[in-house]
Nanobody, 125 residues
Framework: QVRPVVSGGGPVQPGGSLRLSCAAS????????MGWFRQAPGKEREGVAA????????YYTDSVKGRFTISQDNAKNTVWLQMDSLKPEDTAQYYC??????????????????WGQGTQVTVSS
């Protein structure tokens, strides 16, 4: 069972930056998406950013496009999420994961291969 190690959350002021890291030692499946979901209190979980492990294509939910950047290392077992120009509405618990998704969308998961512990991101002045 893969137990990813997540780091990088915390408090930040609006307009600031944070970088999340998710290290999934031993995970090398290149046929899955890897990336980040988030959930704010009272809201549904949403996919934030994904990278297809095999080809490196990246996907973002509309609200973070142009502000967040997802990347992976060459071994494909560490994923980073660089979050810039953070807004209060980005406040949420962030989870890293690896999953397979229904065709046509990176954010329609039907099977998860790992799910990391959450890291809180709080954007507030």
């Amino acid at each position: 069972q893969v137990r990813p190690v997540v780091s990088g959350g915390g408090p930040v002021q609006p307009g600031g930056s944070l970088r999340l890291s998710c290290a999934a030692s031993g995970y090398t499946d290149s046929t899955t998406y890897m990336g980040w979901f988030r959930q704010a209190p009272g809201k549904e979980r949403e996919g934030v950013a994904a990278i297809y492990a095999g080809g490196g294509s990246t996907y973002y939910t509309d609200s973070v496009k142009g502000r967040f950047t997802i990347s992976q290392d060459n071994a494909k077992n560490t994923v980073w999420l660089q979050m810039d120009s953070l807004k209060p509405e980005d406040t949420a618990q962030y989870y890293c994961a690896a999953w397979k998704s229904y065709g046509g969308s990176a954010f329609r998961p039907y099977a998860f291969y790992y799910w990391g512990q959450g890291t809180q991101v709080t954007v507030s002045s």
